[in-house]
């Protein structure tokens, strides 16, 4: 017979309720994402939902358009945050997945206590981050032929660089949205107090200094230094974590090797204060135990 009174624990959170938005908030991003979308399906919103996802004010002269090869050229303007946003969106949606499909499988195979699980969390975001980064900053420099033309990085300021191409301004699109979709996610993540601050800095950093090389029109130089910079962090971290592996081994052996020492020394010890003692009893009792 089923008892009465008692409750069974309600495993899914009331809806509109914190916990509600924290478990189901790539849903409600994507969700949100895909109105903008759709509206670029229908006559009326287009116009508008083009401003949220396609990439604004194009400064490319009519007259170059006879050509079909004619590269199109981009400059900074207030309708790129409403892009910011959109993008901004779209990693939030990102973060999510390769949460779920990547780092939550390999943790699983780990084995990682709590505050490993979440520092692991929030190294593996930034690696991958930082590795398509490199990669996409580099493409940009090879496509732009702003290695082979060092000079290019200075040459002309501040006229010369005031238009950009169609990736380079989309690449600071990203890593702007990037940096401000820190800021929700430590509500999503469920970041401790202590830990707010530090992570507050570092997104912050990064957003102002990117944010600010897009307005003062120095984007080809800093497109170099943050590839450099990702991959150099990129070397330093895997390298680091090779150390820090190898060390974590090794103290390892060491303490194994401590504790069979010990476990030996009392084998020892034990040994030899039975045979002590056997050897100060009385011959009559020797023999008696001998026998026995």
Same mark, same amino acid.
């Given at each position: 017979m089923?008892?009465k009174?008692?409750?069974?624990a309600?495993?899914n959170?009331p809806i509109?309720?914190h916990?509600f938005?924290i478990?189901n908030?790539a /849903?409600?991003v994507s969700? *949100?994402a $895909?109105?903008?979308v759709l509206g670029?399906?229908?006559q009326?919103?287009?116009?508008?939902?083009?401003v949220?996802?396609?990439?604004?004010?194009?400064a490319? &002269?009519p007259e %170059?358009l006879?050509?079909p /090869?004619?590269? %199109?050229t981009?400059?900074?303007?207030?309708k &790129?945050?409403?892009?910011?946003?959109f993008?901004c969106?779209?990693?939030i949606? %990102?973060h999510a997945i390769?949460q779920?499909?990547?780092l &939550?499988?390999?943790?699983r195979?780990?084995h990682l206590?709590?505050?490993?699980?979440s520092?692991?969390?929030?190294?593996?975001q930034?690696?991958?981050?930082?590795a398509?980064?490199?990669a996409?900053g580099l493409?940009?420099?090879?496509k732009d032929n702003i290695?082979?033309d060092?000079s290019?990085l200075?040459?002309?300021?501040p006229?010369?660089?005031?238009?950009m191409?169609? $990736?380079?301004?989309?690449? #600071?699109?990203?890593?702007m949205?990037?940096w401000?979709?820190?800021?929700?996610?430590l509500y #999503?993540?469920k970041t401790?107090r202590?830990?707010m601050?530090?992570?507050i800095?570092?997104?912050?950093?990064y957003?102002?200094?990117? +944010?600010a090389a897009?307005?003062?029109?120095?984007n080809?130089?800093? +497109?170099?230094?943050? *590839?450099? +910079?990702?991959? %150099?962090w990129n #070397?330093i971290? #895997?390298h680091l974590?090779?150390m820090r592996?190898?060390?974590a081994?090794?103290m +390892?052996?060491?303490?194994?090797?401590a504790e069979?020492?010990?476990?030996?020394?009392r084998? /020892?010890d034990s040994?030899?204060?039975?045979e002590? /003692?056997?050897s100060?009893l009385?011959e009559?009792d020797?023999?008696?135990?001998?026998r026995k």
């Amino acid at each position: 017979m089923a008892l009465k009174g008692v409750r069974r624990a309600n495993k899914n959170p009331p809806i509109l309720s914190h916990e509600f938005v924290i478990q189901n908030h790539a /849903d409600i991003v994507s969700c *949100v994402a $895909m109105v903008f979308v759709l509206g670029l399906m229908f006559q009326a919103t287009a116009p508008l939902a083009s401003v949220f996802i396609a990439v604004q004010h194009n400064a490319t &002269d009519p007259e %170059m358009l006879t050509t079909p /090869d004619t590269p %199109m050229t981009y400059t900074y303007g207030s309708k &790129d945050t409403a892009a910011i946003f959109f993008y901004c969106l779209i990693s939030i949606v %990102m973060h999510a997945i390769i949460q779920e499909y990547i780092l &939550d499988k390999v943790n699983r195979k780990l084995h990682l206590s709590k505050t490993k699980h979440s520092k692991f969390n929030e190294s593996g975001q930034l690696l991958i981050f930082t590795a398509v980064s490199a990669a996409w900053g580099l493409n940009i420099l090879v496509k732009d032929n702003i290695i082979h033309d060092i000079s290019s990085l200075w040459g002309g300021y501040p006229e010369g660089h005031a238009q950009m191409s169609f $990736m380079l301004k989309f690449f #600071f699109l990203i890593q702007m949205s990037y940096w401000l979709h820190c800021y929700p996610e430590l509500y #999503f993540q469920k970041t401790k107090r202590e830990e707010m601050p530090g992570k507050i800095q570092h997104a912050s950093l990064y957003l102002i200094f990117c +944010a600010a090389a897009y307005v003062l029109k120095l984007n080809a130089l800093v +497109a170099v230094c943050l *590839v450099q +910079a990702w991959m %150099m962090w990129n #070397f330093i971290y #895997f390298h680091l974590r090779q150390m820090r592996e190898r060390q974590a081994e090794q103290m +390892a052996l060491r303490k194994k090797l401590a504790e069979r020492k010990t476990r030996k020394g009392r084998r /020892d010890d034990s040994k030899r204060s039975s045979e002590e /003692d056997f050897s100060e009893l009385p011959e009559v009792d020797q023999q008696t135990r001998r026998r026995k």
